[in-house]
C-alpha cells in the first residue's frame, strides 16, 4: 500500500472513526477580527504584524479573534476526503487535520486547494458539494487578503 493510501485510509488513524460517545466534529474559523477599526488606521507594512499578532492567541488556546467559518462531522469530513482523493496536495493537507487535531490554510495553499475544489464539486454529493463551496468562498477571501487564514480544527 502506498504512503499517500495509508495516509488516506480513515482506519490507518486510530481512534479517529469508530468508538466515540459524542458525535466528532471538524470546525474551520477564519481569522476575522483587526485592532483597529478603519483600514485606513492599519499601515500597509504594518498588516502582517496585525494580523499575526491576532493569530498567534489560538496557539495558547485563545479564540475571540477567529470566527467559525463552517462545520461539518468527521463522517462528511470522510467524504470530502475522498472527493479530493485525485489530488494528493489537498487531499494531504486536509487530511492532516485528523492526523494531528489542527491545521492551517494560509495564501501558500491557495492554488491546490482551489484546484482540488473545482475538480471535484461537479460530482460531489449534495452535502460535500455545500462543503466544499464553504471552503471555496474562504479560499477566496484569503486569495484577496493574504494575511488573513483558516483553522481547522477536530472536536469531539
Known amino acids: 500500500m502506498s504512503t499517500l493510501a495509508q495516509a488516506a485510509d480513515p482506519g490507518s488513524i486510530p481512534g479517529l472513526r469508530a468508538g466515540r460517545d459524542a458525535t466528532p466534529e471538524v470546525v474551520f474559523y477564519q ?3 483587526k485592532v483597529l477599526e478603519r483600514k485606513e488606521d492599519i ?3 504594518a ?3 496585525v494580523y499575526y499578532s491576532l493569530a498567534i492567541g489560538h496557539h495558547i488556546g485563545v479564540f475571540d479573534c477567529f470566527k467559525p ?10 467524504r470530502v476526503l475522498d472527493a479530493l482523493k ?3 496536495e489537498a487531499h494531504r493537507k486536509l487530511s492532516g487535520l485528523l492526523r494531528f487535531g489542527e491545521i492551517t ?3 501558500t495553499h491557495i492554488r491546490p486547494l482551489m484546484a482540488a475544489v473545482e475538480a471535484a464539486l461537479p460530482t460531489a454529493p449534495p452535502d460535500v458539494a455545500a ?3 464553504r471552503l471555496r ?3 477566496d477571501a484569503i486569495r484577496r487578503e493574504p494575511a488573513i487564514y483558516l483553522m481547522g480544527r477536530r472536536l469531539s
Open 47 to 49: 498588516k502582517q504584524v
Open 31 to 33: 481569522l476575522n477580527a
Open 137 to 139: 468562498t474562504a479560499l
Open 105 to 107: 490554510v494560509d495564501s
Open 131 to 133: 462543503w466544499l463551496d
Open 43 to 45: 499601515p500597509e507594512d
Open 69 to 78: 467559518a463552517f462545520r461539518c462531522t468527521t463522517a462528511v469530513f470522510d
Open 86 to 88: 485525485d489530488s494528493e
